[in-house]
């Protein structure tokens, strides 16, 4: 399972999208200061993980979450 996640930073309430195969342990590694543009703005916080059976499944959601669109949507779901 390949897993699109969306993580917010606690210190400007940015928002990141990604994918993994692990969504947790990728979390971590931009918490511990591991991706260059996350860096920065550490802490992040993850708030929405979705599934996909492929890579490309995946890719295709990321790419719209990633969207001017997408990001509204995520805006509106960050408690």
Request: aromatic share 12%; proline share 0%.
């Given at each position: 399972m390949i897993e699109v996640y969306a993580i917010v930073s606690e210190k400007n309430s940015d928002i990141y999208v990604g994918m993994a195969l692990s969504a947790l342990r990728r979390l971590k590694e931009h918490n511990s200061g591991k991706s260059k543009y996350t860096k920065g703005l550490r802490p992040w916080r993850l708030f929405k993980i979705e599934y996909f059976p492929d890579w490309s499944s995946a890719?295709?959601?990321?790419?719209?979450?990633?969207s001017g669109v997408g990001k509204e949507f995520l805006k509106s779901l960050v408690p």
């Open positions: 890719r295709v959601r990321e790419k719209y979450l990633k």
